[in-house]
């Protein structure tokens, strides 16, 4: 009898714990919020992890959020494309009175790389298509171009085959101009339905597809290297003046959005968050780009430029190496080559004395040499170069070239700066025996400047000069000291 009772009284407990613990997992199951992973977290700064990039907001702080990506590279690629699903609420906003922090384990950050996406909208979860002109058809493989848990990665398994030709989606046909650069739909609706006709392999289906996806593609590429030191345990980040709102992914940590107004100033219309910052190609090669800079001291015919690099250097999927070369009076002209190469090489006919840039892309490829190859100086001409000094500086000054001959003459003027001026024949009789070339510098700073003349053994220099123009002889120059 005792023992029974003991029985009965220790199962009277394990029935009691049984409920109890039944009772929690229930509070659990029926209070747990499934979209808790999808909110932005705000942490204080003594709470910042080492390595990792903030948004502040305020006096919080939001970490950047990581978004799936086509494919990695640390260059500009139009072929690469990033997206969000669910966890588009993650990447938090960035106003333009606020930074970025960064917190780190070294006194010393190097320049940092912010690669902006371009908001491509919604489409089903398709990426790296391409349209297969021959066949009509947009071809993909679900294996690697589809989206893991969204409907188009659902919707076109398919144990027939692996390789997927869209034939129609509303009863259009397909055509090139749906796909991007980035073998994503475009011109789709959020959570549109649309039917797809297609192929798997020979095998024909049809698919009732929603666009549940969010695309972003590599637009622009920026250094930053405009850095605060603060005295609360982190960098104080500062972006280019004028940038403009958009997507932004920075040092391939994660995404923030940028918004070019206050927090408090919100607009009144849609924000667009496709609006270029660079005006043109030549001013995005020139923000992030290897360069070099030569300098010209004579005219030439022919001239090349021509870069030696590691091909195996060029990670972007694209495997495009570009050349601009920009010549002293501004004028760029930009050439591009295939990675496999190893060369890319610039031509122009014509040259001329002075300062030249030349920037190359990808910025993190090795280039092992750059040689300035050109022809013989105007084609045998001799060159001869005089130099002028002035200790002070003067206005009105024109600097004369006097020759004998009627045999082509050019002659140019290089300051300390390696700008350079074309002198120029003056209106003379054709009959005179003597020629004289000069310019005129309304205004000469102090300073040693360089002549050098090319002509042919039919001419003879008889010197430099200079001399001060009536006009402004008497006008004196009144230094202003702050």
């Not at 908001?119 to 089903?124: A, E, L, P, V």
């Not at 993909?140 to 390789?163: L, Y």
């Not at 960098?235 to 206050?262: H, M, Q, T, V």
């Not at 190469?341 to 031509?347: A, K, T, V």
Request: aromatic share 12%.
């Amino acid at each position: 009898m005792k023992m029974t009772g003991h029985i009965k009284k220790w199962t009277m407990i394990m029935l009691l714990c049984i409920c109890s613990f039944s009772v929690t997992g229930c509070e659990q199951e029926i209070f747990q919020d499934k979209n808790a992973r999808y909110r932005l977290k705000a942490v204080d700064d003594d709470d910042l992890e080492t390595n990792t990039y903030y948004v502040k907001d305020g006096t919080k702080f939001y970490q950047v959020h990581e978004l799936q990506q086509s494919h990695g590279g640390s260059e500009l690629d139009v072929t690469k494309c990033s997206w969000a699903t669910e966890d588009e609420q993650l990447i938090p906003a960035f106003y333009a009175n606020e930074l970025i922090a960064y917190a780190s384990n070294k006194a010393d950050v190097e320049t940092i790389r912010m690669e902006r996406y371009k908001d491509c909208g919604y489409s089903i979860g398709v990426y790296g298509a391409s349209f297969e002109s021959g066949s009509g058809y947009i071809s993909f493989q679900t294996s690697s171009n589809t989206i893991k848990k969204t409907s188009a990665g659902t919707s076109f398994v398919n144990d027939k085959s692996n390789n997927i030709l869209i034939e129609t989606i509303n009863g259009t046909h397909v055509n090139e101009t749906m796909l991007n650069e980035a073998g994503m739909i475009t011109g789709m609706e959020k959570d549109g339905v649309y039917e797809i006709t297609y192929y798997a392999g020979t095998y024909y289906g049809t698919a009732m597809v929603t666009a549940d996806t969010h695309f972003f593609q590599s637009y622009e590429m920026y250094a930053l290297d405009d850095f605060d030191m603060t005295k609360n345990g982190y960098i104080a980040i500062r972006l280019p003046a004028g940038l403009k709102s958009g997507y932004y992914n920075i040092d391939g940590e994660g995404f923030f959005k940028y918004l070019d107004f206050k927090k408090a100033e919100s607009p009144s219309e849609e924000v667009n968050y496709n609006i270029a910052y660079y005006e043109s190609e030549e001013d995005q090669i020139l923000a992030y780009s290897q360069q070099f800079v030569f300098n010209l001291d004579y005219s030439a015919s022919n001239m090349s430029v021509k870069a030696a690099y590691d091909p195996r250097s060029v990670t972007s999927a694209s495997g495009s190496v570009k050349m601009m070369l920009t010549a002293p009076d501004g004028k760029s002209m930009i050439v591009s080559t295939d990675k496999e190469d190893g060369e890319i090489i610039c031509d122009m006919q014509e040259s001329m004395p002075g300062k030249w840039t030349v920037n190359i892309i990808p910025q993190s490829m090795t280039i092992s040499d750059v040689q300035i190859v050109s022809n013989e100086v105007e084609a045998q001409a001799t060159k001869e170069v005089y130099n002028l000094k002035f200790d002070r500086d003067m206005t009105g000054v024109v600097i004369t070239m006097e020759y004998e001959g009627d045999g082509d003459v050019t002659a140019q003027i290089t300051d300390e700066g390696s700008n350079s001026y074309d002198m120029a024949d003056k209106n003379e009789s054709m009959h005179q025996t003597v020629h004289t070339m000069q310019y005129s510098f309304a205004y000469l700073p102090a300073g040693e400047y360089q002549i050098s003349v090319f002509h042919y053994p039919d001419t003879r220099i008889k010197g430099v000069d200079y001399y001060l123009s009536e006009d402004v002889r008497d006008v004196e120059i009144i230094t202003v000291e702050e």
